[in-house]
């Protein structure tokens, strides 16, 4: 990642003053080259000295961190090469980072800022909030604490078997009959209720927990399956499709876990499909073709969620052992009210055609939708239409009465 953009070089002459302090901050420097001082200045007047910074240190960061005057004034001793990072840059970077560590370096810039005022190093500030109310104000503005409680209960819910997962039917638009399940994840939190997966998954991704969360899901998945077809005696092949995140995919031991799981549970691989989005496959391409590869020799098959959101291009799809695309609800959504859209999950469809994937499309609602897409020539479908996801014993109700000319009559 590049640290700052390529046209902030700035050079100055020894003696220069390259931050005063009292100002309003706009920008921190690295310096590239040279040297400089940083001088306090008391609120007696008097001025001292309290270090030196050279090349491949930063200097004025404070300001652009919370908006507050310069603490110091830094002058050049030498003649300086600096990089500019500005507060728009360093703002973007902190909105996009996760809300802990705002919080954290938000708090720690109060508290050392605090800290200055009750030494008197800068005289009291009567004009600062007390700390403790900026850090609550902090914490409510990154959500930060409600993050980490549900990071620490998600913990909580992975031990105690709060987790359930439903299953939504695919549906095979040839047949009419149901092809397979999506499996999702279901948290039923015992004071809050339901908690939706678009905002503990996330969580769960990047506190690593959904490394438990995912190996508990493949094998609960799997183990339902099995039930499933025992009690329904379906004789079709139906498979199983499960959500990995990239930060599965980064785990070391990604592939022989999931070899353990499908023999524990006795499901044959070519029953099981891995749902990975496109992101995956472009930040790790080397890790993915690898781990891919392995599960495709054992039998699974890999589809490509949310097909359309991420990156357009489609040369990567050839490089990767893919099986199907599923197009994603907003295209399906928008397309009897968007040309574009229609548009564009029919050039999905033929392109799928062309590479030989099947594609299932996502988020059908309407008997209209599911009319158009089979006509287009897209293999399977998804959505409320045809079933909502739901818990084992209702699909085993739904597979046991399950009527497939009645798709587009529902
Ligand atoms: P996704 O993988 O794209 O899953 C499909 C989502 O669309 C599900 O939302 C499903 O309930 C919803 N859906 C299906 N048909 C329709 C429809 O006709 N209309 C509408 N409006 N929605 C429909 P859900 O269950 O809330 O999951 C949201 C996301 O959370 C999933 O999106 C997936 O990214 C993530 N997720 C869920 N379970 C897991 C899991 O076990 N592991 C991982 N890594 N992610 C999961
Ligand atoms: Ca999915
Ligand atoms: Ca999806």
């Known amino acids: 990642m590049n640290l700052v953009s390529a046209n902030n070089k700035r050079n100055f002459s020894a003696g220069d003053v390259l931050i005063r302090q009292g100002d309003k901050g706009e920008c921190a420097y690295v310096i590239e080259s040279g040297k400089v001082e940083i001088i306090i200045e008391h609120p007696d007047g008097a001025k001292s000295v309290v270090g030196t910074r050279g090349a491949g240190t930063i200097i004025g960061e404070m300001a652009i961190v919370d908006d507050s005057p310069r ?3 830094v002058r050049c001793i030498e003649d300086c090469q600096m990089l500019e990072i500005s507060r728009e840059d360093f703002s973007r970077r902190l909105h996009n980072a ?3 560590i705002q919080m954290i370096i938000q708090v720690i810039m109060t508290r050392y800022r605090d800290m200055l005022a009750r030494t008197k190093i800068l005289g009291e500030s009567a004009t600062y909030p007390p700390p403790e109310e900026l850090e609550k104000n902090f914490a409510l503005k990154t959500d930060a604490v409600e993050y980490i409680k549900i990071a620490n209960e998600f913990k909580e819910a992975i031990e105690n078997g ?3 997962l439903h299953y939504q039917p695919i549906i ?3 047949t009419g009959k149901i092809a397979g399940f999506e499996a999702l994840m279901r948290w039923d939190h015992p004071e809050r209720g339901f908690i939706s997966p678009g905002i503990f998954i996330p969580i769960a991704e ?3 927990l959904i490394l438990s969360a995912s190996g508990w899901a493949l094998k609960e998945a799997c183990s339902a399956l099995k039930r499933i077809e025992g009690s329904t005696g379906y004789t079709e092949d139906l498979y199983m499709s499960v959500n990995f995140s990239s930060t599965d995919f980064a785990s070391e031991n990604f592939v022989e876990s999931v070899y353990n799981t499908l023999s524990s549970t006795d499901v044959a691989a070519k029953k099981v499909c891995l749902e990975i989005t496109e992101r995956i496959l472009m930040s790790q391409p080397e890790n993915a073709r690898e781990t891919l590869d392995m599960c495709c020799k054992a039998g699974m098959s890999i589809a490509i969620d949310d097909f359309g959101t991420g990156y357009s291009s489609l040369s990567y799809l050839h490089a990767f052992p893919v099986q199907y695309l599923k197009i994603d609800r907003s295209f399906v959504m928008d397309m009897n009210k968007n040309e574009s859209s229609s548009s564009l999950v029919k050039s999905i469809v033929a392109l799928s055609q062309n590479m030989k994937l099947k594609t299932v499309a996502e988020g059908v609602e309407t ?9 287009m020539g897209c293999d399977f479908a998804q959505g409320f239409y045809y079933a909502r996801p739901q818990p084992e014993k209702d699909i085993i109700m739904l597979l046991r009465n399950w009527d497939p000319k009645a798709i587009y009559d529902k």
């Open 71 to 73: 603490v110091a004034t």
């Open 98 to 100: 996760d809300p802990v």
């Open 162 to 164: 709060q987790l359930e």
């Open 172 to 174: 095979n638009f040839a």
């Open 206 to 208: 990047e506190t690593g």
């Open 367 to 375: 008997r209209e939708e599911g009319l158009l897409l089979r006509e």
